[in-house]
C-alpha cells in the first residue's frame, strides 16, 4: 500500500555532531516532500522540502537528499545542537495539497 | 512574523458533548487545513478548505465533523458527538496557494481530551 515511514523511531547524537534521519516512501508518484520539525507542545514546523526533480537540496545547517530508485529521503543535520531535539516528520505532498505525514523519529542532542 | 494560532490550547470534554476547535489562519491565506495528531502517532490528514467549501476530505472526517469560516479571519473545526478516541492534538495549517510546492504553516495545535 502507499506509505510514508521512518526506519528509526529515535536517534541519539552527541552535540556537535552531524544527524541523518531517514524515510521511505513507496508511492512512486510522489513527486514533493517536505520535512517536518515538531517540539514538545508545538506544532510541526517547515524545515526543508525537495522536488521529485532534485537529488539534493540544502539549508542553513541542513540538507535533504532523495533516492527515487530506491525511494529513500534523508535529511541531514550538520553540527546538531541541543536546540534540534525534536521528532521530525517526513511528509508526502500530493496532487490535493494534503500532506501524508510518516511516523516521525525522535531526534535527542547529548551536551 | 505571522503565524496561525489556535484556541483553545486544552479542550476537556464529555464523551457524546459537541466541541468547536477555533483557528485563525494567516491573513493572506486562502487554503486550511485541519489534521490531528493522536499521542505518539503520526500527523493524519482531515480535511482541506478553500473558498468556502471542502476540498478533500479523508475517511477519518466523517459525518460527526463539520468545518466552518464563520468569518473573515475564523476557521472552525466543529465534531458533533465526541468519542473517546477523537481525543488528539488537533493541527490548523493555512498556506497562500495550493500549489505543489507551497508550504502549509502549522499552528500549535488544541489538545482535546474526551473523559
Known amino acids: 500500500g502507499e506509505s510514508v515511514g521512518l526506519h528509526l523511531p529515535t536517534l541519539s547524537v552527541q552535540e556537535g555532531d552531524n544527524s541523518i534521519i531517514n524515510c521511505a516512501y513507496s508511492n512512486s508518484a510522489s513527486d514533493y516532500f517536505i520535512w517536518y520539525k515538531q517540539e514538545s507542545g508545538k506544532g510541526p514546523q517547515f524545515i526543508i522540502d525537495?522536488?521529485?526533480?532534485?537529488d539534493k537540496r540544502q539549508g542553513q545547517r541542513v540538507t535533504v537528499l532523495l533516492n527515487k530508485t530506491v525511494k529513500h529521503l534523508s535529511l541531514q543535520i550538520a553540527a546538531t545542537q541541543p536546540g534540534d531535539s525534536a521528532v521530525y516528520f517526513c511528509?508526502?505532498?500530493?496532487?490535493?495539497?494534503?500532506?501524508?505525514f510518516g511516523k516521525g523519529t525522535k531526534l535527542s542532542v547529548k551536551p | 512574523e505571522p503565524e496561525v494560532t489556535q484556541t483553545p490550547s486544552h479542550q476537556v470534554t464529555q464523551m457524546g458533548q459537541e466541541v468547536i476547535l477555533r483557528c485563525v489562519p494567516i491573513s493572506n491565506h486562502l487554503y486550511f487545513y485541519w489534521y490531528r495528531q493522536i499521542l505518539g502517532q503520526k500527523v493524519e490528514f482531515l480535511v482541506s478548505?478553500?473558498?468556502?467549501?471542502?476540498?478533500?476530505k479523508s475517511e477519518i472526517f466523517d459525518d460527526q465533523f463539520s468545518v466552518e469560516r464563520p468569518d473573515g479571519s475564523n476557521f472552525t473545526l466543529k465534531i458533533r458527538s465526541t468519542k473517546l478516541e477523537d481525543s488528539a492534538m488537533y493541527f490548523c495549517a493555512s498556506s497562500e496557494t495550493k500549489g505543489l510546492a507551497d508550504t502549509q504553516y502549522f499552528g500549535p495545535g488544541t489538545r482535546l481530551t474526551v473523559l
Open positions: 478548505f478553500y473558498n468556502n467549501e471542502i476540498s478533500e
Open positions: 525537495i522536488r521529485s526533480n532534485m
Open positions: 511528509a508526502e505532498r500530493r496532487s490535493q495539497g494534503n500532506l501524508i
